[in-house]
């Protein structure tokens, strides 16, 4: 079989992204790796110096996420009709969910196999964005967070619930009834007073089921909706087309984001020799959960390997681990989708915003590791009863977990307060969270990618009979895109040949 000059032009047109964007992964460890050899100490910021322009690049993605996924969302419910919008959703939610649950198992299983945990492990010294909180207040909040009072607030603040220390009475801080007869117990946290109050951060979750709302909306509208249906496709379309151009600076945010974060760590060997254990753990965790039991899945439903599916996304994981981010590596898994896997945008632009929110398999997995591992530095055996709460709770911290940097860190005190360990233990694993956040952030934008193609192979035919089209498609699911120039065709993706 000759290889012809087009075709290997072709093959480096399509993948010298992917392949800049590794390079720049692998160049930024070396150069902060480089950089750490000189005899000085860095400071904070001379750091933030080396990280600038890998910041910039950082901010323009997240620039892209809110008129990315809305009007993308409302163009896909509102396109479909109303059953076949639920059964969509209904197969994306069961499959976010029960890889959920799966992460968190594997993560028990491991963690309680290898025991990574050791008597006496020492404490990070820096402190950790910790506050007090009940695992009720946690999960109401989520629910709150569905229906923000105000759109415009929910795109840039979330609320959450603050409990207010009591104060103690006595030497011996004991409860007492305070002047309005109330009970208070400063060691009880579900006795303490409470209130509201507001967070920077956008409430993508509101946003996206508002999204949803008003696609449905439109799409019971029929004709009378049409003009805002279109307004909204266009506006989808131009924020695809801003995305393209964002993604190109990719290699150089992502070796400058990187660059950055291996020289503002503090310690590299003294870390490895501290919770190379726990590390190895989670990672062991990943790697099998993101390549062995989602491509299994995959390969079950879909009855294609998934190797090129995977490959061709390359370019989504390797933002996801420069950013740390699942919401920021969105437009860019979007975009691989439509394009190299030609996944119907109807599913893709569904489908994805809702993954990106509360599909977080690699934080629910870390999240159970991290727990049981605390427990067992702090020499605490968790009963069958305690494993399976760790389990649950992971499960909707991981849900509530914003798709930010090191949002899972702050979920943890919720984790850990319910088998009633120390909030202030998570400084253990301090040190080395900044880098499995970015490992488990690329397994959670996989698991959205691969959750897009099953759902897509499950609901190819009846979007087929919506169309009124013929059903063309090779028995055992989608074809499988190379790696090769997409060419546009009647307004359809299809394989240049």
């Known amino acids: 079989m000759s290889i012809s000059k087009e075709k290997v032009l072709g093959c480096v047109k399509s993948s010298g992204l992917t392949l800049a964007t590794m390079f720049g992964v692998i160049g930024g460890v070396i150069f902060g790796l480089a950089l750490r050899q000189t005899d000085r100490k860095w400071t904070d910021r001379e750091v933030m110096y080396v990280s600038y322009l890998g910041e910039l690049f950082l901010r323009m993605l997240k620039a892209l996420i809110l008129p990315l996924i809305v009007p993308s969302l409302i163009t896909a419910v509102g396109s479909l009709d109303m059953s076949l919008s639920g059964?969509?959703?209904?197969?994306?939610?069961?499959?976010?969910?029960?890889?959920?649950?799966?992460?968190?198992?594997?993560?028990?299983?491991?963690v309680t196999t290898i025991h990574p945990g050791v008597s006496g492990q020492e404490r990070s010294g820096k402190k950790v964005e910790s506050r007090e909180v009940t695992t009720p207040d946690t999960l109401l909040d989520l629910i709150r967070q569905m229906f923000p009072p105000n759109l415009l607030q929910a795109t840039m603040q979330q609320y959450r619930t603050t409990l207010i220390h009591p104060g103690c009475e006595n030497e011996n801080c004991t409860g007492y009834y305070d002047d309005s007869g109330q009970w208070r117990d400063p060691n009880n946290t579900s006795t303490w007073k409470f209130k509201g109050e507001w967070t920077n951060g956008s409430n993508i979750l509101g946003l996206v089921f508002f999204a949803i709302i008003l696609g449905i909306a439109l799409a019971t509208l029929g004709e009378k909706g049409k003009p805002l249906l279109n307004f909204f496709t266009c506006m989808a379309d131009a924020m695809m087309t801003i995305t393209t151009w964002v993604i190109n600076l990719a290699p150089v945010g992502v070796f400058f984001l990187i660059g950055g974060q291996v020289l503002g760590v503090e310690d590299l060997g003294t870390v490895v020799n501290q919770l190379g254990w726990y590390f190895s753990t989670v990672l062991i965790g990943l790697f099998v959960h993101g390549f062995t039991a989602l491509p299994i899945i995959f390969t079950v439903v879909t009855r294609t390997l998934p190797f090129r599916f995977i490959a061709n996304m390359t370019n989504a994981f390797t933002t996801a681990f420069g950013t740390g981010s699942s919401s920021a590596t969105l437009p860019v898994t979007i975009n691989l989708l439509e394009t190299k896997n030609n996944i119907d945008p109807r599913v893709c632009r569904f489908v994805l915003p809702i993954g990106a929110t509360i599909n977080m398999d690699g934080t629910a997995l870390y999240e159970a590791v991290a727990a049981i591992f605390i427990s067992q530095v702090n020499n605490m055996q968790l009963s069958i009863g305690q494993i399976l709460a760790v389990s649950v709770t992971a499960t909707a911290a991981s849900i509530g977990a914003a798709g930010i940097p090191q949002a899972g860190l702050v979920t943890m005190v919720m984790v850990l307060e319910t088998v009633g360990l120390p909030a202030e233990d998570v400084t253990i694993i301090l040190a080395v969270d900044w880098l499995l956040d970015r490992f488990r952030t690329a397994i959670n934008v996989l698991g959205d990618s691969l959750g897009a193609g099953i759902v897509y192979h499950l609901s190819k035919d009846e979007l087929d009979e919506m169309e009124g089209k013929p059903k063309q498609h090779p028995e055992g699911g989608f074809e499988s895109v190379p790696m090769t120039d997409i060419d546009e065709v009647n307004g359809e993706h299809k394989n240049s040949k």
Do not use: D, E, F, S
């Open 87 to 110: 059964r969509v959703g209904g197969r994306a939610v069961g499959y976010y969910m029960g890889t959920t649950v799966l992460a968190v198992i594997l993560g028990i299983i491991l």
